[in-house]
């Protein structure tokens, strides 16, 4: 009905009752990138072995936020926390297949050692690759740990970034890096920074996390570290929706 959405879910887990909350993700997009804004509206539901419907009023949501999205993911998840229906999974650089790369060791490191790629010696190509795994709608969240040397411009790309559908035969959304995203990326005081890449899914496909050298830069690829947030989209962003 008119401002407020109802929510039906089943708990299918046999001779269990739980209490569950409704997580909301805002998703913005600014120049043709997305970022997002996470909500916790602090309701709790008791769950019992059957269908039940939460309702979220209009007038509960941040009214600056609920306005500038472009989209509205709800998700169900468990307090205090809120992490169970986020899905973080970390890949070491190393434990990818390299192709235009080799491993290093650097103290420095998650855990010691990175894919390397050295623009001197070695072509521009895919550093990393995979993993490919299928997701349902909802949204995914990809940060690549790397760190950026040798820098032979300021203006050019250094590597990108993307998030390719296989079955689509293309990139989905990408990030490409120059001189200038090093000084804003963060943590500032370390050697190996977090790059982020946000996409909505709109439907359940396969997806697969790239980094692509150039030959302006040498690129250390310590891990990637995905957070997925499976839900449904209340707000949809159309650009995404529309093309599916």
């Not at 390299?98 to 001197?120: E, M």
């Not at 521009?124 to 997701?135: N, Q, T």
């Amino acid at each position: 009905s008119r401002g407020e959405y109802r929510l039906t879910v089943v708990n299918s887990v046999k001779k269990r009752s739980t209490s569950a909350g409704v997580g909301i993700v805002f998703l913005f997009e600014t120049n043709n990138k997305y970022h997002y804004e996470l909500f916790k509206p602090g309701k709790v539901f008791h769950l019992t072995q059957d269908e039940h419907e939460f309702i979220i009023k209009q007038e509960e949501l941040p009214r600056t936020k609920f306005e500038n999205a472009v989209g509205m993911l709800f998700f169900l998840d468990y307090p205090p926390t809120f992490e169970t229906s986020t899905h973080p999974l970390l890949y070491e650089g190393e434990s990818f297949l390299p192709k235009v790369g080799t491993n290093k060791i650097d103290p420095s490191a998650s855990n010691q050692k990175v894919l390397f790629f050295d623009s001197r010696q070695r072509s521009p190509g895919f550093l990393s690759y995979g993993p490919v795994i299928p997701y349902a709608q909802g949204l995914i969240i990809a940060d690549f740990k790397i760190a950026l040397s040798q820098l032979k411009s300021r203006l050019r790309p250094l590597c990108t970034l993307d998030i390719y559908s296989p079955g689509d035969q293309k990139s989905i959304q990408k990030r490409v890096l120059k001189a200038s995203d090093i000084k804003k990326a963060k943590p500032r005081n370390e050697k190996y920074k977090s790059y982020q890449v946000v996409f909505p899914i709109p439907v359940t496909r396969k997806l697969e996390f790239r980094i692509q050298t150039s030959k302006w830069a040498d690129v250390s690829f310590d891990y990637l570290n995905l957070t997925y947030y499976q839900g449904i989209w209340v707000k949809r962003p159309e650009t995404i929706f529309d093309g599916k």
